[in-house]
DNA sequence: ACCTGAACACCGTTCAAGT
DNA sequence: ACCTGAACACCGTTCAAGT
């Protein structure tokens, strides 16, 4: 429908990349700790700029969550490449899927906006999204290849299972954390067995 | 810690009555539009009434939300009653799992409150909540005795179960559903193969 | 090119005045 | 016992004025 989605950049002049950091810094603080709708305005201040100046940076909710989360998607998607290069294909998929649940729960609120940056392409993190969806599709195929994985799984159905868990990890309080334990059960039911 | 949560009640006056059952209604509607943080506001005003009149029938979200989704846990537990009766654990306790997974998802939002309130007696909907729990504890139990669910699943590994599969519809669209699937792969990693 | 902060809008929440 | 709506607070968002 309407243009690309705006993808904040780190800015050339030395002042805008100083508050720049900084905003990233403290906005990545704030949403580990209230979320992914943590306050802008709280966000500005513990950064020590002016509201102004954050939205300048980040014109939207979306594009300072997708710039604090960039880093995560991106090691993802590095970790996929050097699994894929090990010997076992089944445990390949799992360490990441394992790796995959926890970075996807990095703050409460993440989990949904991933989820819908998959398949709305207005959406600033759709395209690193895409690219992780394909690493771990690339994984899935390749554990299916080695009959390690039932055949019948698709890339979707396997995120959905992913975010899942994520969800699970994400409501989880410190003492009481299922999303392992959620993993390893959905595995039972996605590994083929001899 | 503090008292008793606070539980929304029917009031004895015709006016009240009226009043409650507009909001309900209002609210209900709401929910299911925009998600459990929909414009109290508005609510108000879809139903005819000042914002005053919302606040001193449902003095929190919370109130509001557990009193506008009572029927359906009520429902839910009576529904596990009946299925107990029958004479297969195994089906009755998947029959009353994709009822849950439905109910949880009424609306955004929700199977997330319902999350936090079986952990946290603080909640308006904990004892509805619990109510609920032990409904399906009942029903998973029955269906370990007859060796048709694997016997080292507990309760609370079940509702993780459950959550995440309406948390997975809770984000889906018409076209794209993957609810049903996720607890058909959940099921095979959870019943016991002869 | 970047920063500031006042200004406006919207919504949650409370409460004094009413019937 | 119940209703009303003004009042206050808080936050998101924009934008004119500045360097």
């Given at each position: 429908m309407n243009g690309k989605p705006y993808i904040a950049q780190r800015p050339k002049r030395a002042d805008g990349r100083r508050n720049y950091d900084a905003i990233l810094?403290?906005?990545?603080?704030?949403?580990?700790?209230?979320?992914?709708?943590?306050?802008l305005e709280e966000i500005a201040s513990q950064a020590g700029v002016a509201i102004g100046t954050?939205?300048?940076?980040?014109?939207?909710?979306?594009?300072?969550?997708?710039?604090?989360?960039?880093?995560?998607?991106?090691?993802?998607?590095?970790?996929?490449?050097?699994?894929?290069?090990?010997?076992?294909?089944?445990?390949?998929?799992?360490?990441?899927?394992?790796?995959?649940?926890?970075?996807?729960?990095?703050?409460?609120?993440?989990?949904?906006?991933?989820?819908?940056?998959?398949?709305?392409?207005?959406?600033?993190?759709?395209?690193?999204?895409s690219a992780m969806h394909r690493s771990g599709a690339d994984l899935l195929r390749a554990a299916?290849?080695?009959?390690?994985?039932?055949?019948?799984?698709?890339?979707?159905?396997?995120?959905?299972?992913?975010?899942?868990a994520a969800w699970v990890r994400e409501q989880a309080t410190p003492d009481r954390d299922g999303s392992a334990r959620f993993l390893e059960l959905v595995l039972e039911g996605i590994t083929t067995r001899g």
């Open positions: 810094a403290a906005a990545r603080k704030a949403f580990e700790s209230a979320g992914a709708d943590a306050s954050l939205y300048r940076h980040f014109p939207t909710r979306a594009a300072l969550v997708e710039a604090a989360t960039r880093d995560g998607l991106e090691n993802l998607v590095a970790h996929a490449e050097r699994l894929a290069a090990g010997p076992d294909p089944l445990e390949a998929l799992l360490a990441w899927m394992r790796e995959a649940v926890v970075h996807f729960s990095t703050f409460r609120g993440l989990v949904g906006i991933l989820a819908q940056s998959m398949y709305d392409e207005g959406t600033p993190s759709h395209t690193m999204c299916q290849a080695a009959d390690r994985v039932r055949p019948d799984l698709t890339p979707d159905e396997l995120f959905d299972l992913l975010s899942g």
